[in-house]
C-alpha cells in the first residue's frame, strides 16, 4: 500500500467570527489566502476550530441571525451546547460528541448561540465547523437541517485509540451525514506509539486536522490546528510518536472534488458573480426568511 504524503501544509489563523467568538480558521475559506487555497480544499470551503474556550459569566458570545446560500454546514460539538435555530421553523440543541447537518440550499437565516446556562454561568465550548459545498444541481435545494445526536455516531475503540465517524465510512463504521458532495469525515483519538490507515478513493481530496496534540504523516509532524493536505497515494496514515506527551485527537476529513466554478461572497457561495449578486439581493430583500 502507497500512503500518502504531506504535499503542503497550512497554519490555521486565530481570528474571531460572529458576536465574538474566538476560532482558528483552518482551512482558508471565502478568499481569505485567494482562490488557489480555496479551490485546494474542493469540496471542502471552510473549517472553524471554536475553542476550547471558557465563556464568561453573562456572555452574549455566539453567532447571532445570518444568511447562506449554496453549501451545507455541518457542526460537531466537543463540549458546551449551542442552540440552534433558522427561518425555516427549524430548531436544535447541540451536546458535545453531536453534530447538526444544515442544508443551506436556496437560502437561510439561523443563529447558533449559547444555551440560556452558558449565557448566565459561562462554560466550557469546543467544536469544529465545517462547510462542504453543494454541487451546482443542488444549490437551489430545499433550506433545512438534522440534528446528528451523539448516540447515532458513537466513539469505537480502535487500537491504541478510537474513532467517532461523523461521514463517509472509516474503519468500517459508517456515519450518519448524508451529503449531496461525496465525503469522509471522522474524529480520532491516538495514544502514543498508535497508528491509524484508511485507504482513500482516488482523486479525493484527504486531509488531517490535528486539534490537541502533534502527529505524524509519513514522517512529516503535523502540529495542532494545522491543515496538512495530503499528496498522491492509495491511503492515508497517521501516527502519534511513542515517546508523545499527549494523546492526539484530530479531525480526518476526505472528498471527491466536485470540480465546478466558485463564486463566493461572505456567507455566499456559489458558481457565478451573477448568482451571488441574486443572493445579496434575495437576502436583502427577505426572500431567505427570518427569524421569528
Ligand atoms: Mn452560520
Same mark, same amino acid.
Request: aromatic residues 6%; charged residues 15%; without cysteine.
Given at each position: 500500500?502507497?500512503?500518502?504524503?504531506?504535499?503542503?501544509?497550512?497554519?490555521?489563523?486565530?481570528?474571531?467570527?460572529?458576536?465574538?467568538?474566538?476560532?482558528?480558521?483552518?482551512?482558508?475559506?471565502?478568499?481569505?489566502?485567494?482562490?488557489?487555497?480555496?479551490?485546494?480544499?474542493?469540496?471542502?470551503?471552510?473549517?472553524?476550530?471554536?475553542?476550547?474556550?471558557?465563556?464568561?459569566?453573562?456572555?452574549?458570545?455566539?453567532?447571532?441571525?445570518?444568511?447562506?446560500?449554496?453549501?451545507?454546514?455541518?457542526?460537531?460539538?466537543?463540549? /458546551?451546547?449551542?442552540?440552534?435555530?433558522?427561518?425555516?421553523?427549524?430548531? /436544535?440543541?447541540?451536546?458535545?460528541?453531536?453534530?447538526?447537518?444544515?442544508?443551506?440550499?436556496?437560502?437561510?437565516?439561523?443563529?447558533?448561540?449559547?444555551?440560556?446556562?452558558?449565557?448566565?454561568?459561562?462554560?466550557?465550548?469546543?467544536?469544529?465547523?465545517?462547510?462542504?459545498?453543494?454541487?451546482?444541481?443542488?444549490?437551489?435545494?430545499?433550506? /433545512?437541517?438534522?440534528?446528528?445526536?451523539?448516540?447515532?455516531?458513537? &466513539?469505537?475503540?480502535?487500537?491504541?485509540?478510537?474513532?467517532?465517524?461523523?461521514?463517509?465510512?472509516?474503519?468500517?463504521?459508517?456515519?450518519?451525514?448524508?451529503?449531496?458532495?461525496?465525503?469522509?469525515?471522522?474524529?480520532?483519538?491516538?495514544?502514543?506509539?498508535?497508528?491509524?490507515?484508511?485507504?482513500?478513493?482516488?482523486? &479525493?481530496?484527504?486531509?488531517?486536522?490535528?486539534?490537541?496534540?502533534?502527529?505524524?504523516?509519513?514522517?512529516?509532524?503535523?502540529?495542532?490546528?494545522?491543515?496538512?493536505?495530503?499528496?498522491?497515494?492509495?491511503?492515508?496514515?497517521?501516527?502519534?510518536?511513542?515517546?508523545?506527551?499527549?494523546?492526539?485527537?484530530?479531525?480526518?476529513?476526505?472528498?471527491?472534488?466536485?470540480?465546478?466554478?466558485?463564486?463566493?461572497?461572505?456567507?455566499?457561495?456559489?458558481?457565478?458573480?451573477?448568482?451571488?449578486?441574486?443572493?445579496?439581493?434575495?437576502?436583502?430583500?427577505?426572500?431567505?426568511?427570518?427569524?421569528?
Amino acid at each position: 500500500m502507497r500512503f500518502k504524503p504531506v504535499a503542503s501544509l497550512v497554519s490555521g489563523q486565530p481570528t474571531q467570527d460572529g458576536n465574538r467568538v474566538p476560532l482558528t480558521r483552518l482551512v482558508p475559506g471565502l478568499g481569505q489566502r485567494g482562490d488557489q487555497a480555496f479551490r485546494a480544499m474542493d469540496p471542502f470551503l471552510l473549517m472553524d476550530h471554536f475553542g476550547p474556550m471558557v465563556l464568561p459569566p453573562g456572555t452574549d458570545a455566539g453567532f447571532p441571525p445570518h444568511p447562506h446560500r449554496g453549501f451545507q454546514t455541518l457542526t460537531y460539538l466537543i463540549q /458546551g451546547a449551542f442552540r440552534h435555530r433558522d427561518s425555516t421553523g427549524g430548531s /436544535g440543541l447541540l451536546r458535545p460528541g453531536g453534530a447538526q447537518l444544515m442544508n443551506a440550499g436556496s437560502g437561510i437565516v439561523h443563529e447558533e448561540m449559547p444555551v440560556p446556562e452558558h449565557l448566565e454561568t459561562g462554560g466550557a465550548i469546543e467544536g469544529v465547523q465545517l462547510w462542504i459545498n453543494l454541487p451546482e444541481a443542488h444549490k437551489g435545494s430545499a433550506p /433545512g437541517y438534522t440534528d446528528l445526536q451523539p448516540e447515532s455516531m458513537p &466513539w469505537q475503540a480502535l487500537p491504541g485509540g478510537r474513532i467517532r465517524v461523523l461521514a463517509g465510512t472509516w474503519a468500517g463504521i459508517a456515519g450518519p451525514a448524508q451529503t449531496p458532495a461525496q465525503i469522509a469525515y471522522a474524529h480520532l483519538e491516538l495514544q502514543p506509539g498508535a497508528r491509524f490507515e484508511q485507504a482513500v478513493p482516488a482523486g &479525493w481530496l484527504a486531509a488531517v486536522v490535528p486539534l490537541r496534540g502533534a502527529v505524524l504523516v509519513e514522517g512529516t509532524a503535523v502540529a495542532a490546528d494545522t491543515v496538512a493536505l495530503l499528496g498522491e497515494g492509495e491511503a492515508l496514515a497517521v501516527e502519534i510518536a511513542v515517546e508523545a506527551a499527549e494523546p492526539a485527537s484530530l479531525m480526518l476529513l476526505t472528498g471527491k472534488p466536485l470540480g465546478e466554478s466558485i463564486a463566493h461572497y461572505g456567507p455566499f457561495v456559489m458558481n457565478t458573480r451573477v448568482e451571488i449578486e441574486q443572493a445579496v439581493l434575495d437576502y436583502q430583500q427577505g426572500r431567505m426568511g427570518h427569524l421569528d
